[in-house]
């Protein structure tokens, strides 16, 4: 980094993000200077209607038009440049286009497909965007620290080197916050990502950038991060698809990030989309490439959709264990009532069995978390937010300097926390084993639950610098359980009313409860979260897929746009 100040620094890379903006051509169309809360529909106003069409077609759509050449790689990188573009205008959600690199890429590819007559991969053509500390030669990777500005990516990330192996382009590298420690996305770089569908609301984080690119349509896919929820947060907020995988599946080398070697919260790379397909697409396309032959630290699995983890025997039936509120924090009113419309659909499917699910200690949980994310003490982050003067965000001042269990642990200490991890573990795997275990009337063992339904947050997305709480995300990343986030509806202000007479459970409920007021969300999406057993990744997503078909999931599409 330079000796510029923070300010200065901060205003370079906003200049040269707007100078990105500038090389697309057609020209990105200026966005009205009086804007609704609700933006999702100003790109169709602005954009032609192929460009339209193009960006608003499912991914897996897309690449089979393009993997049969029925429109080219050119025309539609240069149509999810203008609209990621616009996205930027709109939202903030863009660190730079990539308009010289995209569209060499994509003109490559049709020189291939017009040379062979075959697509050069599973994902020929096919626009992805990229959270920017996902490393990207010959870029810059600072992970919204300014004192990292100028660290330079002197090769792509293992994620990205697969994905460009399999066709696809990259285009757009998008926002994350301060340190990447938080579940909104704002910085001193860049400012804050909002949400599309309410612009008073945050888009999450840390893959906020991403979250707010796909609810504007910016992007259909896209590759993001999660140690707390940062994958699932934003797509919860923004209406979006997202998937945590289980940890050690998918390649991490080339990611920028703090406390680099820290290894009791692994977190993990993992893909949000428009569609569920998308989802499906990205984690059969890199787990075909092997990746552990070049990480060793990877666990061998495929992607294992050629198994059938819906048969039965006709008599046991698929059970669906529901969290309800985890006891620290209850879910707000159109949480609850999106979870309460889903079981009730639920129990209408034949084969299907509902029960509730108890949670244990997840304020332990999270207990246990904050000694091993930052087993420092955040000494280690503290360093790089000061280093260049640049003011603390207040929720990383939040979650680092106000944590009350944050504590720089010695070696024992941390062996021990390491154990407590170890043990909770244990403990949670007993519960889910007993969990919706019986004995059938032949003395037969019943089956436990197959996956647990629950809120992905508190509440819809919050307003800005308030998502404190990240309990419904976190605790599957300590358990290292894989977890799927899927729109249901939006908030409705005449059913989703405040409960009057409520009494908190504690000082956090109580903060929830209180900034909660109907109006305030109005448009917001709410979704849930499925979650799975360890290395159950595909059987989460196969029986979310059979799911949302038996109760016509979401029951508000958050991408049906009113013009």
Partial sequence: MTSSTWQDISKT?????????????????????????????????????????????????LVEALAKGRILCRTVTNAFLRRAGLAQKLVNCVTELLPERALARAAELDAYYAEHKTPI???????????????MKGLDRNAAFISWVEKIADDDAEILKILWKAGCVFYVRTTEPQSLMMIETSSNLYGDTVNPHNTSLTAGGS???????????????????????????????????????????????????????SEQIWPVVGPQSTSLDGIKLFMKTVLADKPWINDSGLVPLLWRDDENYLQRDGVTKLKIGVLWSDEVVRPLPPVTRALKEVVERLRGVPGIEVVDWKPWKHDYAWEILSKLYLPDGGRDYSKHIEASGEPWMPLVNFIIKENPHLQDLSVHDLWRW????????????????ETGAGSKADGDSETTVDVILCPACPGPA???????????????????????????????VKLDLKEEQYTPLNDMDKYYYEQYRPEQFENAPVSLQLVGRRYEDEKVVQLFEYLKAKTNLPFVDPYAYNV
């Fill in 418 to 433: 390491t154990v407590e991890r170890e043990i909770y573990r244990g403990t949670y795997n007993h519960l889910w084993n």
């Fill in 121 to 135: 991969g599973p994902l020929h053509g096919l626009p992805i965007s990229v959270k920017e500390h996902v490393g």
């Fill in 207 to 261: 893959s906020g950038g991403e979250g707010a690119l796909l609810a504007l349509r910016g992007s259909c896919l896209s590759v993001s991060t999660d140690i707390g929820g940062s994958i699932r947060v934003p797509a919860a907020n923004c209406g979006n698809y997202g998937l945590r995988p289980t940890a050690h599946r998918l390649p991490l080398l080339g990611l920028a990030a703090p406390n680099v070697g």
């Fill in 13 to 61: 890379k906003q200049e040269h993000r707007d100078q990105t903006l500038s090389r697309v051509q057609p020209a990105i169309p200026h966005v009205p200077a009086q804007l609704p809360a609700n933006v999702t529909p100003i790109p169709r106003t602005l954009l032609s209607p192929p460009e339209v069409d193009i960006t608003e077609t499912a991914p897996e759509v």
């Fill in 462 to 492: 919050p307003m800005l610098n308030t998502s404190r709480y990240w309990g419904y995300t976190s605790q599957w990343n300590l358990l290292d359980y894989p977890a799927l986030i899927f729109p249901v509806t939006k908030v409705d």
